[in-house]
């Protein structure tokens, strides 16, 4: 078994080492009650939040009547939701109403919501509890997590590194026990670079599989909504909870919910996995990619058959995501951008501002090319297999200075390394789950199981199956501790 | 492909009725350009009469159908 001398980590076995899975069946089986699961994660909150800057506002009093009444609703034997009790936070992004949502910026604070978003309500609906509101990147556009006007949210496994984002908050605070999972959004890997690089396991679903009604939009065509976990199967449940079609947003899919649980088999007999060898691993150093090799190794032990291929032209992939991305963005920011230009980081407004200067035909001709660009991703990379491995991220967890000094072009560039895995599967729409297998230089590494749309089932099974054999998910910050 | 400065500047403060400083005009001016004209060979090269913006979601939706 891989992964069993973790110097860095405490094995604890405490409430807050229990999985989401874990803790709602404790509960539902009246091991535990919620208020304890609760109190302790309102202590964890303000606690350790702080030191990590995770946390924009706690809820306590309504957590706590919440709990309250979750505890009184077993006791009385009513019917339980799948995540009864359970202790969440979310990403600064999805709406509340009556609550404040402020999406990481200067220029939003103070919005009030006047509606809820739908994967809230089904949170809710499934009986999980809403502790409060988590930092993120200033309009959910860094990955590293840059915020300029809330400060930056801190590594929990090296506190002068960056967490990833845009979903920064979700990353640190579940990595550090304070939640037993959280909401985030990828537009260009902002759930999977938080999961990289804090040792979690995070779903970019399928674009469509999840509502993103009254969530901030960022970019209408890329934007998903999925979860931050500690497991595969912590992801599952959460899925099964928040997909499906929503009368709320038009473009989500109609199909089906599986029940993404019950496709963890723990083997992946019959299962083939396509590693393309170009494009995707030209910036792999050789640290990450010794743990990226020991986890190839991990899925052929389960069962899986791998082959290498190669990736299609990435660079019109690329651009096609960008033109898409910034033109979506500037669309959506422009009042601002022209009203409030001081009010944005530098850094992020000028991620928005070339969206200014694309043709309407060149956004039109983008959207029109994804399903033709997607069969050929599909062809080329995956090539009759059934999932693609590929780096989260291609380098170590780089340091906040790293990433925030310098001129604006050598900026960009380690932001482009940084998305270098994760932007094009936007485009295209896919299912990726991101992994924890590893660390380096005393921070985690990731990797990530791409499939065709609305395989989540399947990713979800190989990264569960991949759980079973190690251990880097049960990994803990030494602040958790 | 070339697209000079003060034809982005005068495209951005005239339709978009907002102001980007010359300065930062020209920083982003080559990615613009590299992004347009790869885009736009593509399309030249692939895009045919019945492939439509809205088409990504439905063909999606019938691959997962169909396996």
């Known amino acids: 078994m891989l992964g069993r001398k973790i110097s860095a980590v405490r094995m604890m076995e405490s ?3 229990l999985t989401l899975v874990q803790a709602a069946e404790a509960i539902s089986r009246g091991e535990v009650r919620s208020e304890t699961l609760t109190e302790q994660a309102l202590l964890r909150l303000a606690s350790i939040g702080p030191e990590l800057n995770c946390v924009v506002a706690i809820y306590a009093d309504q957590a706590r009547e919440a709990a309250k009444l979750a505890d009184r609703q077993r006791s009385r034997g009513q019917a339980l939701g799948l995540l009864h009790g359970v202790p969440l936070a979310h990403k600064d992004i999805f709406y509340r109403a009556g609550y404040l949502s402020e999406g990481g910026s200067k220029i939003r604070r103070g919005f009030m919501a006047s509606e809820t978003a739908t994967v809230l309500k089904r949170l809710d609906s499934a009986g999980a509890l809403d502790l409060g509101r988590l930092q993120m990147a200033e309009f959910a556009l860094s990955p590293t997590g840059y915020n300029e006007h809330n400060g930056h949210v801190l590594n929990p496994w090296k506190l002068d590194h960056v967490p990833g984002g845009s979903s920064s908050g979700s990353g640190a605070a579940v990595a550090s026990r304070l939640v037993y999972a959280s909401l985030g959004t990828d537009t260009g890997g902002s759930i999977r670079h938080p999961a990289a690089m804090c040792g979690l396991t995070g779903v970019k679903p399928t674009w469509s599989r999840v509502s993103r009604a009254a969530a901030m939009a960022l970019s209408w065509t890329l934007d998903c909504v999925g979860p931050l976990a500690r497991t595969a199967r912590d992801c599952a449940r959460i899925m099964r909870v928040i997909a499906g079609q929503d009368a709320n947003d038009p473009t989500s899919a109609q199909g089906p919910v599986p029940d993404y649980e019950a496709a963890l088999v723990g083997d992946l007999r ?22 990226l090799d020991q986890a190839l190794s991990v899925l052929r032990s389960r069962g899986a058959t791998l082959i290498d291929t190669k990736a299609p032209d990435m660079t019109l992939i690329n651009s096609m995501m960008h033109v898409i991305m910034t033109t979506e963005a500037a669309t959506i920011h422009r009042t601002w951008l022209k009203q409030r230009p001081q009010d944005y980081a530098p850094q992020v407004r ?13 956004y039109l001709e983008a959207l029109s090319l994804r399903t033709n660009l997607t069969k050929e ?13 590929l780096p989260t991220l291609s380098i170590a967890v780089p340091s906040i200075k790293e990433t925030t000094t310098g001129e604006p072009a050598e900026i960009a560039a380690k932001i482009g390394v940084i998305t270098h895995c994760t932007r094009g599967i936007n485009y295209l729409g896919l299912p990726s789950v991101s992994v924890p297998a590893g660390f380096v230089q005393d921070c985690p590494v990731g990797f990530q199981l791409v499939g065709r749309p609305f395989s989540e089932a399947l990713i979800l099974r190989a990264a569960d199956a991949f759980q079973l054999d190690t251990n880097w998910h049960e990994a803990v910050p030494r602040i958790a501790s | 492909m070339s697209i000079s400065t003060s034809l982005l500047v005068e495209f951005a403060t005239d339709f978009q009725f907002t102001t980007i400083c010359d300065e930062r005009v020209v920083s982003i001016r080559e990615l613009i350009a590299q992004s347009n004209a790869v885009i736009a060979h593509a399309a030249e090269q692939r895009l045919v009469l019945d492939d439509n913006p809205a088409s990504y979601a439905c063909w999606a939706a019938k691959l997962a159908q169909s396996e």
Request: proline share 6%; net charge negative; charged share 20%.
């Open chain 1, 377 to 389: 991703w599909l062809s080329v990379a995956m090539a009759g297999a059934d999932l693609v491995f």
């Open chain 1, 350 to 362: 000028q991620r928005i501002e070339p969206g200014l200067y694309y043709p309407a035909t060149r």
């Open chain 1, 15 to 17: 409430l807050d080492r």
């Open chain 1, 270 to 291: 019959g299962v083939t996995i396509a590693v393309p060898r170009t494009y995707y691993f030209d910036y792999v150093s050789v640290e990450v990619a010794s743990c």
